[in-house]
């Protein structure tokens, strides 16, 4: 029933959209095109840089958010809401400063997230599966001198240490390589847990992502511990012997259970799902750990399905920024899509935008609450996927339809006598139906032209995309990705910029 709603819904949108189209369409003369320039020239003389110092920062990282996603997603929006897709913007689309950050590992063209995070959390760029160390050390680097001694200092512990609050909100395990960056600091992104890490690494002592967020702060160490930690990923933080709400075990060999640790040293709370989350007063909350699902959180198109319930990206947003910000002295807050990323690699595009519109709502939510005078949001994505926009589609047509030329109502063929989506990835799972997200992990590898999808729903949420190459999971792509950003010392963010560069603008914004 939920389904057929949604493809009724979407269905009148488009009809809407088609009608609304087919007006703008009229009204689009050469003088709309010239009134519409003239327009954006005289606003864009109108920008004043901010070089006031930021007394808080936003980071948002669109996990895989590469710039053919963005305008996806921003199309893909327009059209559910029954308006003009490709004129539409979304909510970051409307800041005045952008830039481009290559994204390139020191090993690596085509780079993962945790180097990448590390750049713009530190400031230098290091290998593949490197969180916050520098490059020369080895991935799975046993030993716990030579990760200390090529620690590199991130900028929420620059934050914690100046006596501003800290936030860490992700859809994706707080443990993945994109939060774990800001807080931890490990040679191997995978070692989430204690029974994660290699033997070598256990018997030498070297902490696991998930303790280092409770043991990396507090009394002789950084800061006063992260004050909100909204995302997924709570089986890391539990001990084997307990079973969580939603009936999961915990991963942890050690005994140690985090979410108690968590709440004992730094007098915070925890809480696990929706009901709980709703209950949260920011007003009298200080510290809070909210683990909403034993791994990532749910893709937002199945988050209502959830079985304890889960807030989406924009409510933790919001009510992490409500908690930060009673802080005088200002705040830092990161805040990740983490599972635009995961949709791209299961070669589900619906999926991938609809995250991608779920983090462009929670930046309207944050711009809301915050005044843009001290505060600087920046935008940004870590890397890029393989999803590609082609053919010739005319102006409106349904962005995960099948491709229909100017002046035509039935698909355009292909060589093959086929008709082909605009959206496609150079490689992957291949072409799948009625297979929900990350359920195509469970199915054979469909790669190429495998089958005539005249009759086929390309629209349907469950559908899977082609793919050229044949490969388990569709992977990162390495061109450049964009940056946008607005508030205090935003005017930085200009020209083509090392992924790095992130780092600087927003050091140099709170004067560090």
Known sequence: ????????????????????????????????????????????????????????????????????????????????????????????????????????????????????????????????????????????????????????????????????????????????????????????RDWEANANLSAAAASNGVKDIAAQLIDNFGTGKIGDGVDVVFGGGRSYFLPNSVTDIEGTKGRRTDGRNLTQEYVSKFGGVYIENQTAFNALNPATTTKVLGLFNPSHMEYEQDRPNDIAGEPSLAEMTGKAVDILKKNQNGYFLMVEGGRIDHASHAGNAYRTFKDAVALSDAVREAVSKVNLNDTLIIVTADHSHTLTIGGYPKRGNPILGKVVEPGKTTPTLAADGKPYTTVSFANGPGYHVNSPGDAVYNESIAAGRVVDMSGVDTEDPDFHQEALVPLSSETHAGEEVAIYAIGPKAYLVHGVQEQSYIYQVMKDAFGF
């Open 1 to 188: 029933m939920q389904l057929f709603n949604l493809k009724r819904t979407a269905m009148v949108a488009m009809l809407l959209g088609s009608q609304l189209l087919s007006n703008a369409a009229m009204a689009e003369d050469a003088q709309f095109w010239l009134n519409d320039g003239a327009a954006s020239l005289n606003d864009s003389k109108k920008l004043v840089p901010n070089a006031k110092k930021a007394k808080n920062v936003i980071l948002f990282v669109g996990d895989g958010m590469g710039i053919s996603t963005v305008t996806g997603a921003r199309i893909f929006e327009g059209q559910l809401k029954g308006i003009d897709g490709e004129r539409h913007k979304l909510s970051f689309e409307e800041f005045p400063y952008v830039a481009l950050s290559k994204t390139y590992s020191t090993n690596q063209q085509t780079a993962d997230s945790a180097p990448t995070m590390t750049a713009m959390i530190s400031g230098v760029k290091t290998n593949d599966g490197i969180l916050s160390l520098n490059q020369s050390v080895a991935r799975n680097e046993p030993s716990p001198t030579v990760l200390n001694a090529n620690k590199v200092t991130t900028l929420l512990e620059q934050a914690e240490q100046a006596g501003k609050s800290t936030g860490v909100v992700s859809t994706a395990r707080i443990t993945h390589a994109t939060p774990a960056a800001t807080y931890a600091h490990i040679s191997n």
